[in-house]
């Protein structure tokens, strides 16, 4: 028996994912840090399970993939949106029709901002120390 599944990979600042969608009821399972953690109580957040689950509803198959996840780097909110860019991706695996849908709400984009280094003789990026006359 071969197993269907579609891949999808999400990043976010230094959160990588790596989604796999496989036919089933629509159960999530998660592997954070190389650890199986429990979903909900991993994302305790609402605001973070609605993030990550909003590729599914807009495209209406939110009981109809299982959810394998594994996920590295980052904090919550880079690893939720990462999460969410990689089962936008699977979708589209899945079926190219989507893409419009998720387009338009602006599913499909990476966004690129991460932290600006430190520089020398700077306190972090930008922040100079203060400044005496005397």
Do not use: C, W
């Not at 109809?64 to 590295?72: G, P």
């Not at 190219?96 to 020398?120: C, H």
């Amino acid at each position: 028996m071969s197993l269907i599944q579609y891949y999808g990979t999400g990043r976010r600042k230094n959160a990588v994912a790596r989604v796999y969608l496989r036919p089933g009821k629509g159960e999530f399972t998660l592997y954070a840090n190389k650890r199986p953690r429990p979903f909900s109580e991993y994302f305790t957040m609402g605001s973070y399970k609605s993030t990550i689950k909003q590729p599914l509803s807009l495209t209406e198959t939110e009981n109809k993939f299982d959810v394998f996840i594994r996920i590295d780097g980052g904090g919550l909110n880079g690893q939720a949106e990462a999460i969410r860019l990689g089962i936008a991706r699977a979708l589209i695996e899945f079926n190219k029709e989507l893409r419009p849908a998720l387009k338009s709400a602006g599913l499909l984009t990476r966004d690129a901002r991460i932290k600006e280094r430190k520089k020398y003789g700077l306190l972090k990026a930008r922040k100079a120390p203060q400044y005496h006359k005397r």
